[in-house]
């Protein structure tokens, strides 16, 4: 067993990433585990068999052995796509999967049932063009996907959104910061609040998604961005996709590698405006977030500057830990959870997405106008929450538990 783990991990770390396109190695062995199953009623498993007995001959299929899978998988497509909208997802694809019990007693075609309604409920959406480019690397799946009305691209990373930009030949539509950098929310107010002090400045940005806060770049400024992976910035410098980079008026740069080291080569104080957004999807890279990790942000800071957090989270309240990080350092901090959204597409918010942002500094005055603004609210700390270190970081204790677990 202990063999077979270490087998299975390399395939998923290495080999997978370069075979296939896609996220496919836990359906796939979903699939072989469905069809080497025993039967619900118990017995060998047919494999078995052909083990013992070298004149044992694999279990024919019946007709509908050969039918049920292409039904199935038409009814879980037609069920996972056209059913009411506001029905949940996980609802239909359970609804989907159900469809497969009646093959239970026959192994082969209940795997093969499992992998039609894998089939129908991840590849059709793309059979219909919305997906416009997938790329697979070492940090998972990437895809630029396309909607209709209104016209937007955005990137998808696994599950999480990292960007997104309206598709409009007008250049003031079009370089517009979306989502959680909109003008009108908490990343478009601290751009507003210290726009002299940044006037001319570098800024360092963690976290390159789509190039979003390029937007918000201006002549005489130096932008630069840290980025792990390098397929995301081949697709934001895609011209065909996302033209954030290409258009910001400011001098461009993309650093690639993992943030922290690659920010400790960086000039000391060097930074009016730090910003770290690399902590929006479920696997959070704690090392950017530790004791140590601020005091390597405060030395590239320069005197007045300012940090902030991107740390909108469906899993994890992060507010705790920078409260601790904050106090620890002797800095003051400023916190925002906006979940202001659009109501008609006049309201000047659309493609607005709700987010979650923490600003820290090290006096009060350098955090300007905000500190009046009744929008932010002052970061505490949360000694229920330990403070993280490279040694030590507990996520259980900033885990989002479910209203119903709580």
Same mark, same amino acid.
Request: proline share 6%; hydrophobic share 45%; charged share 20%.
């Given at each position: ?52 007995? &070298? ?15 292409? !039904? ?117 107010? !601290?751009? &507003? ?44 410098? &895609? ?12 001098? !461009?740069?993309? !650093? ?151």
């Amino acid at each position: 067993m202990s063999l077979g783990g270490v087998i299975g991990g390399l395939f998923n770390a290495l080999v997978a990433p370069l075979v296939f396109t896609r996220l496919i190695e836990y359906p796939l062995a979903m699939v072989c585990a469905c069809a080497l199953s025993p039967p619900l009623r118990g017995g060998r498993v047919w494999w078995a068999k052909l083990l013992d007995d &070298d004149r044992a001959e694999l279990p024919r299929f019946r007709r509908w052995e050969l039918l049920v899978p292409l !039904v199935v998988g038409l009814v879980a497509g037609a069920i996972y796509f056209y059913w009411p909208p506001d029905i949940d997802r996980r609802l239909r694809i359970v609804t989907a999967l159900a469809l497969c019990v009646a093959c239970v007693e026959r192994p082969i075609c209940f795997g093969l049932c499992i992998g039609a309604v894998i089939c129908a409920t991840t590849t059709f959406y793309d059979l219909t063009g919305h997906v416009q480019y997938r790329e697979r690397s070492f940090y998972g799946l990437l895809k630029v996907t396309q909607s209709a009305y209104p016209p937007f691209n955005f990137l998808i990373h696994g599950q999480t959104l990292h960007g997104a930009q309206l598709r409009d030949g007008d250049p003031k539509v079009r370089d517009q910061a979306l989502v959680y950098f909109h003008r009108t929310g908490p990343m478009g107010q !601290v751009f &507003d609040a210290l726009d002299e002090r940044l006037t001319g400045r570098k800024l360092a940005i963690v976290g390159l998604g789509v190039g979003s806060l390029a937007a918000y770049g201006q002549t005489g400024q130096e932008l630069t961005f840290f980025e792990i992976d390098p397929v995301v910035e081949r697709v934001a410098r &895609d011209d065909r996709y996302f033209t954030f980079l290409r258009d910001c008026t400011a001098k !461009v740069r993309v !650093v690639l590698g993992d943030a922290r080291l690659e920010l400790a080569h960086e000039p000391d104080a060097e930074f009016a405006l730090i910003v770290v957004d690399a902590f929006s999807g479920d696997a959070v890279p704690a090392h950017l977030l530790t004791r140590e990790a601020l005091a390597l942000y405060r030395r590239k800071l320069a005197p007045g500057g300012v940090i902030a957090f991107h740390i909108s989270n469906s899993y994890l309240r992060l507010a705790p830990v920078l409260g601790n990080l904050a106090e620890s350092a002797g800095m003051v901090g400023l916190d925002q959870d906006d979940v202001s959204m659009p109501t008609r597409p006049q309201s000047g918010m659309l493609g607005k997405m709700a987010s979650h942002w923490i600003v820290i500094a090290q006096d009060r005055k350098d955090l300007g106008p905000l500190t009046h603004d009744p929008r932010w609210q002052p970061l505490a700390p949360d000694h229920g929450v330990s403070l993280w270190t490279d040694d030590f970081s507990n996520l259980l204790e900033v885990f989002e538990w479910p209203e119903s677990q709580r």
